[in-house]
């Protein structure tokens, strides 16, 4: 079992759908979490960080924490056809080693 | 201010050659991680240099080594080339170690014949 799991898609939802984004993890040392936008011929993008459990928000986008379960969740409102692209989530242990681990992404397609 | 930079942007090579990418930071940046993105495997960390050292190596072989300048640009080696070596590679860079705003560069697509 890979130490992140998420679902590589793709996910086609139409525009102004309310997407959901998730991420499971095993390793319960994980206390900072991140999300990142990679667009076709691009690097990953930081879209949203958290640490421990809990919400944050930041305009469309908003980003769900929940520990006790292992999983994470990117939600994203009104979706646009510009958000098409593969959505990475990574992770890591406080202290110890700064390099985080990543899921292997979820493409997402939003159309017209 | 400029981007992360990464040369060439693609690359074709056959087996049993060596290639060498580089990679430019953000100015400022002291802090450079290079990855390897497959379809298979996703993301995946190579190593981590800050201040010329070599801070965190990934679980890789040997024939993928770096550096890093005094002036923080950076280069990553692969020798002896395999099919499985085609991917992206990715770098990325951050002022300080830890900070979790790390800033990618487009890659650098390596395609082994």
């Known amino acids: 079992q890979k130490e992140v799991e998420q679902d590589p898609g793709p996910l086609s939802v139409p525009e102004g759908a309310i997407v959901s984004l998730n991420c499971t993890y095993s390793n319960s040392a994980f206390q900072y979490f991140m999300w990142y936008r990679q667009y076709s011929r691009k690097g990953p993008e930081l879209l949203m960080y958290t640490y421990s459990s809990g919400n944050k928000e930041d305009g469309r986008f908003t980003a769900q924490v929940d520990k006790s379960s292992k999983y994470i969740s990117l939600f994203i409102r009104d979706s646009q056809p510009s958000d098409s692209a593969t959505y990475l989530c990574?992770?890591?242990?406080?202290?110890?080693?700064?390099?985080?681990?990543f899921g292997r992404g979820t493409s997402l397609i939003v159309h017209p | 201010k400029a981007g992360v930079t990464q040369t060439p942007r693609y690359l074709i090579k056959t087996r049993g050659q060596q290639v060498t990418l580089s990679c430019s930071p953000i100015s400022g940046h002291r802090s450079v991680s290079w990855y390897q993105q497959t379809p298979g495997q996703g993301l995946q960390f190579l190593f981590e240099y800050f201040s010329e050292t070599q801070r965190n190596k990934g679980n890789f072989p040997g024939r993928f080594s770096g550096r890093q300048f005094s002036n923080s640009r950076s280069e990553m080696n692969v020798s002896t080339l395999e099919l499985g070596d085609s991917a992206l590679y990715l770098c990325a860079s951050s002022s300080e170690r830890g900070t979790d705003t790390q800033y990618f560069g487009p890659g650098t697509r390596l395609t082994v014949l």
């Open positions: 990574a992770m890591k242990p406080s202290g110890g080693s700064y390099i985080p681990t």
